[in-house]
């Protein structure tokens, strides 16, 4: 077996998931040396796309527009966390940012990541 090292380029990482991806149909059992070697494997991967291919959070309209559409709410269902219809259509249009205790309350309420709502 070639000696572990971190992912410097492109080629490295495509060796890297070239040889990960046995593992993934036949995972090795806990314990052993593939299965080091595969979680091994597996942090240097995950290390190299967080450095290469970075994910910015989503702007936090966005998140609640998302949630909104995948829970079938409309404006008038958010009054609780925001406000008055008035201030929610203020927030979903960016005329208005969102405060502290509405954060919490759409994360608490409707699961959104805090840090979605923060940025």
């Given at each position: ?36 070697r595969?979680e ?9 796309e ?15 527009k998302f ?5 079938n ?19 979903l ?10 954060i ?16």
């Amino acid at each position: 077996m070639k000696e572990l090292k971190p992912i410097r380029n492109r080629a490295e990482y495509q060796a890297a998931l070239l040889e990960a991806s046995i593992y993934f149909d036949k995972p090795p059992e806990l314990g052993t040396k593939k299965a080091d070697r595969f979680e091994i494997l597996l942090m240097l991967i995950e290390s190299y796309e967080a450095k290469e291919y970075p994910i910015s959070s989503p702007d936090p309209i966005e998140a609640i527009k998302f949630r909104m559409e995948q829970a079938n709410l409309k404006p008038k269902d958010l009054k609780p966390m925001i406000g008055e219809l008035n201030r929610v259509y203020e927030v979903l249009s960016k005329k208005r940012r969102l405060t502290l205790s509405m954060i919490r309350r759409l994360h608490t309420s409707l699961g959104i990541p805090a840090e979605s709502l923060i940025a």
